[in-house]
């Protein structure tokens, strides 16, 4: 025992026994000894200081899984690596090691635990009620130490409790997974409480039972009339990018606050139920709080949203913008994600968008400039006619202002614009040309090219470049001699208004579009705006990334 960490209430436990030897006359001297080796024994010891970490609710308990459903990872892993055994034996080795019983149930043992799965599953009690000749069920759940709600939501037991608009009887709505009930297996959504703890809740509120179950330590006993529907909760595999901010404290029509999950703009969730049309159940992605929490659904959502932007129009007088060529049909909520594995010569094109003057270019050209073998942009067409010196297919294809027509008509076009009565334009193919090359092509485009660009072929990663708080623009561009993006005629510096113009255009850009971006940089000062663009783009290439669930099937 001396490398062993004696449990204190073990050792407690056995000088009990030691000091009270001589009042324990039936027990032998055999008995005794056995007695006391067992809880003397390293093995023991350590059993108890497993469970005892285990099930520790300290907050200074710094033992927590980092997820609960290894064994699908495994699964997703083998999918993987079922493409690739030819590839290598290192993937070969590993499909065989990670299909072995061994590991498998090893990786089970774990999601148990992850999950809390140990908790006492007391038997179900079925009694026959001669009455009305129905089933009821002993349910039994250990009481947990979750926040306390409203009464429409029990989180002792992980549930929501209402009641049947029919009946009036208080019944089981919707089950949380990771909670109590739907760790216990035997409650499902639509179960009828008869008692609580012994006590009849006939013709009660879910306010009088809730009051019960405060007022309840250790076990909490339910009679249940089973619902006709026994179908338990399957949690799913999706996982969703939120587009917007969320927090329950302020929401007025969650259920209940403490059981909703806050995350924010960008965060990855992992929807768990979407059962109820309203309210969504789901985790955070690799949270180690392995209850879920209620989220607004997507069309819930959708539907707040409009009201939103329907106000925000409404009391946007000063707008000078609104009758500008931004879109308007989208109503971004949540997008479906899956993780995209880089693959050695296979590049994902950097798209930089953002309002005109940011530095764009500027940034593209610098990422250029390091490794010109590496980092192509693709060339642009024309339909003015060549200057002196210029050569076809070099600084532009030159072609006729019919083709250009034609080919925007049949959308080969991801953007075009006419200036001083020349269209310009970048046609897709060149950008796929450079990609199916090997080469990581760089793009500055309009911002509206982005929903074009954003498709399955390409897998494009877009950084939105965004300029800073006014004052801090306009002391950097002026102290760099910034020249005016807004005048081609005359070579200039940046006026006040243009500035003010270059903020506002970008709030428009980020306001409708900012559900595609996948990064952003603040180009306050443009050597660490470069920084964190060439530390953006070896994350691309060297990283698994979450993208629509469409780019991985």
Known sequence: MENVHRDAALSKLLASLEKNKAELPSCTDEEFGFLSELLRSKELNALVNVHNKITSNSKDDKFFPVLSNAMDVDIDVLDLLSTRTHVSDDCKELFQLLQKPHIQGLLCAHDSVAQK???????????????????????????????????????????????????????????????????????HAGDEICEVNGISVEGKTPSYVLEILKNTKGTISFVIIPADSKSGVRESKVRVRAHFSYTAAEDPFIPCKEAGLDFVKGDVLH?????????????????????????????????????????????????????????????????????????????????????????????????????????????????????????????????????????????????????????????????????????????????????????????????????????????????????????EKNSRGFTDEEFHEMIHRGERIEYHYSHHFDETIVNADLSMAFEQLVNAVIRVETEPMWVPASWVQ
Request: charged residues 30%; hydrophobic residues 30%.
């Open 271 to 487: 929807i768990v139920s979407q059962d109820d049309s309203h309210w969504w159940q789901a985790r955070r992605e690799g949270d180690r709080n392995m209850r879920a929490g209620l989220i607004p659904s997507r069309a819930l959502q959708e539907r707040i949203i409009v009201l939103q932007r329907q106000m925000k129009e409404q009391n946007d007088e000063t707008d000078n913008i609104k009758n500008d060529d931004f879109d308007r049909e989208e109503t971004p909520t949540y997008e479906e994600v899956a993780k995209l594995y880089p693959r050695p010569g296979s590049y994902r094109p950097i798209v930089l968008v953002g309002p005109p003057g940011v530095g764009r270019n500027e940034l593209k050209r610098r990422l250029i400039a390091t490794d010109p073998e590496k980092y192509r942009t693709p060339i642009p067409y024309t339909s003015r006619p060549p200057r002196l010196g210029e050569v076809n297919g070099k600084e532009y294809f030159f072609v006729t202002r019919e083709r250009i027509t034609e080919d925007i008509a049949s959308g080969k076009f991801v953007e075009y614009g006419e200036y001083k009565g020349n269209l310009y334009g970048t046609n897709r193919e060149s950008v796929e040309s450079l990609v199916n090359a090997g080469y990581v092509c760089i793009l500055s485009p309009h911002y509206q090219a982005v929903k074009m660009l954003r498709n399955p072929q390409l897998k494009p990663f877009v950084i939105y470049i965004k300029p800073p708080k006014f004052e801090i623009l306009k002391e950097t561009r002026n102290e760099a001699r910034a020249r005016s993006t807004f005048d």
């Open 117 to 187: 799965d140990y908790y006492p599953r007391p038997p179900e009690i079925h009694a026959e009620v001669d009455e009305d000749e129905e089933y009821v069920k002993l349910v039994q759940l250990v009481k947990s130490d979750e926040p306390l709600c409203g009464a429409e939501v029990e989180p002792f037991v992980g549930a929501t409790i209402r009641n049947c608009e029919e009946t009036g009887k208080i019944i089981f709505v919707r089950i949380m997974l990771g909670g109590a009930a739907d760790r216990s297996g035997v409650i």
